[in-house]
């Protein structure tokens, strides 16, 4: 595709790098394939399409912006002119969307931000102090719609008119896993919004009835009342647990032994019960977002499904060992005792405790249902989304104060 630096039509690109004209010839492919009906299957559980697949190979990390471009240009007709040594990235010509990130401001919401708009969506946030966003990532948004409370209707009907997707990236309690998702599906309901993300990037829940684990009752109920009562088909995604969450990362909570969890990070212990060789599927909030990203972009991302991908499965011994390697420390391992001592902490706890208030307990359970096998992943489907993810000894580094 012949072009100049100085102007004129086509792409241009850095002299010897080649990705981009691949990625442009396999766009364009595609897109014959799917004008003439005869792309691969969009049936649940197939591959996404395989230009997307051969982007997340062949792209470098930081792809280039090109909204700038997208405003000239139609996003099948790539013309102008790209600054010299950008490459081009494939979704100039593929479909872009608008999505809200609901619950904008938390820690996934704010990652999800990052991930939409590096692969060229727009990205309209709902929350309700747009503050807590440093400006860095305001600019990124196509809006930022302000909320009162989780139950602010004109707010939600505001945030979710003519988007194509809707992520719901709420805080972790009861109330708006439940009570605020319903009213965000039916706010998505009313503007026609095809594809809908529920609060999930949990273990898997799917097969727990109520009252065995207090804090996911909550996406029980949800799930069987979008059964029973929504057009919607919501798209559920189980990472195990989040990287961030097990080793206490500040603003991600206290899963420490203090409050029932692993991994101390004043002593830099780690307590076990089992036998130390349990399972643990683990995911980092960025690659969490990352599957996220990938899924909504699938042709059948409407038709709603269950997810199940993680950065990693580990025994918390392996952790620990990786921990002391990257840190050069010293990580002491304190075995607890059995799984069956362990369920009878945890219920003797929960006896004690309150349901309307199962923090001080719940920590436990966690532990128990992960140990047991009461949640595991089973089989991945990492492999379908083509995303690489991060390894625990890159987490490590990325978050030096751990």
Not at 93 to 122: F, M, P, R
Not at 160 to 185: F, M, N, R, S, W
Not at 222 to 242: C, E, Q
Request: with cysteine.
């Amino acid at each position: 595709m012949p072009s100049s630096p100085a102007g004129g039509t086509g792409l241009y690109y850095s002299d010897g790098d080649c990705h981009g004209a691949v990625l442009f010839f396999l766009c364009l492919l595609d897109k014959f394939l799917r004008t003439t009906r005869s792309s691969l299957s969009t049936t649940r559980g197939t591959p996404l399409r395989w230009w997307q697949r051969a982007q997340r190979c062949l792209r470098p990390q930081d792809m280039p912006d090109w909204r700038a471009q997208r405003d000239q240009h139609s996003p099948y007709v790539v013309e102008g002119t790209i600054r010299p040594g950008l490459e081009y990235c494939s979704h100039c010509i593929g479909e872009t969307q608008l999505v809200v990130s609901a619950g904008a401001t938390g820690n996934l919401g704010q990652k999800l931000i990052d991930s939409l708009h590096s692969h060229g969506h727009q990205v309209r946030a709902l929350g309700r102090n747009p503050s807590k966003l440093e400006p860095s990532r305001r600019e990124k948004l196509e809006s930022f719609v302000q909320s009162e409370t989780y139950h602010d209707i004109p707010a939600l009907d505001r945030a979710c008119k003519g988007v194509d997707t809707v992520i719901c990236a709420y805080q972790g309690i009861p109330q708006l896993q439940l009570e605020g998702q319903l009213l965000l599906v039916r706010a998505a309901e009313r503007a026609s919004v095809k594809t809908y993300v529920a609060h999930c990037w949990s273990y898997d829940w799917r097969n727990m009835k109520l009252g065995v684990q207090e804090s996911y009752g909550p996406f029980v109920s949800f799930r069987n009342h979008m059964d029973l009562s929504s057009s919607l088909k919501p798209i559920y995604i189980f990472t195990g647990v989040l990287a961030e969450v097990l080793f206490s990362a500040p603003g991600h909570g206290h899963f420490s032994p203090a409050h029932n969890g692993c991994w101390d990070p004043e002593r830099n212990t780690m307590e076990i019960w089992g036998t130390g060789e349990e399972i643990w599927h683990w995911t980092t909030e960025r690659d969490a977002v990352e599957f996220t990203t990938a899924i909504i972009e699938r042709d059948d991302a409407s038709q709603g499904g269950d997810w199940a991908v993680c950065s990693g499965s580990s025994t918390l011994k392996e952790l620990a060992a990786i921990y002391g390697k990257v840190r050069h420390c010293n990580v002491d391992i304190r075995m607890k005792g059995t799984v069956e001592e362990l369920r009878e902490r945890a219920f003797e706890a929960r006896r004690q405790g309150s349901r309307r208030n199962y923090w001080p307990y719940i920590g436990w359970f966690y532990q128990l249902h992960t140990v047991d096998g009461t949640w595991s992943l089973g089989e991945l489907d990492n492999e379908k989304l083509g995303i690489k993810t991060t390894k625990f000894d890159e987490f490590l580094r990325e978050h030096p104060t751990l």
